[in-house]
């Protein structure tokens, strides 16, 4: 018996001569993706709707000397976006009023006024089960113009280094979009992190788990993580079912 084991033994039967039980405790994704970023030694990643900068602050505390570009559309997130990361004074972080989608244009992004977050590029679908609470009413809710880009008309493939990049996508159904405009440069990340729809949210969204699992397979990448959060506890109960789910892919080919 290791001495580890041993240990652990000791812990258990004091454990149980105090009436308490000794299981181990549940990985979470946060201690998931923490663990397969650091294992690749992660130093570049980009952020694909950055609202006022949950994700980067998150991924900081994982890869504290990693360089992260964080783009976000809405003037509104973006607005608080900019004052975090004035705060931050983080030299590794550049940030951008720019949306990340498969053309080059400009194009009508649509505001919740519930919650910056649900805003998205393509039209709420009013005939969602969530659309009373994501519009609160208003079926006609407040249009931005905002700067599409693609991934490869900003990045060239020397930009990127091909070993533990990040490409995260969190942007309200344009998820597909966005890969899709990496073109040639999505062999150029190791690992994608994407949110995927369960719900139909959206009008004309292709980001549906199996399309960006079907997507993402044929571009040579395979999910290592597929992971529900409860992040809204209420609409989960008041819908009975998951709203989303967070995937981790990581690049097996190309």
Not at 42 to 49: K, L, V, Y
């Amino acid at each position: 018996m290791s001495l580890r084991s041993a240990a652990l033994a000791l812990v258990q039967v004091s454990a149980r001569h105090f009436g308490f039980a000794v299981r181990p405790i549940q990985e979470n994704f946060e201690h998931q993706r923490a663990r397969i970023y650091q294992s690749a030694d992660s130093r570049f990643a980009i952020d694909a709707g950055a609202n006022p900068g949950q994700w980067f602050r998150s991924t900081r505390k994982i890869l504290p000397n990693a360089c992260i570009h964080s783009y976000e559309p809405d003037v509104r997130a973006f607005d608080k976006l900019t004052l975090v990361h004035a705060e931050s004074t983080d030299a590794n972080w550049y940030v951008c009023n720019t949306a990340l989608g498969n053309a080059d244009e400009a194009q009508e992004l649509y505001e919740s006024p519930v919650h910056s977050g649900m805003s998205s590029l393509l039209p709420f679908n009013p005939d969602s089960d969530l659309a009373d609470h994501l519009l609160s009413g208003h079926y006609a809710p407040p249009i931005q113009t905002v700067k599409v880009s693609r991934l490869d008309s900003i990045y060239s493939p020397s930009d990127i280094p091909q070993q533990g990049s990040i490409l995260k996508a969190d942007v309200q159904g344009f998820e597909l979009e966005v890969l899709e405009g990496a073109g040639a440069l999505l062999s150029r990340f190791e690992f994608l992190e994407v949110e995927t729809g369960l719900r139909d949210v959206y009008s004309k969204s292709r980001s549906g788990l199996s399309q960006v699992l079907n997507f993402c397979e044929k571009a040579g990448f395979a999910p290592v993580v597929i992971h529900t959060p409860r992040w809204n506890p209420s609409l989960e109960h008041t819908f009975g079912a998951a709203l989303d789910c967070d995937l981790i892919l990581r690049r097996v080919q190309g």
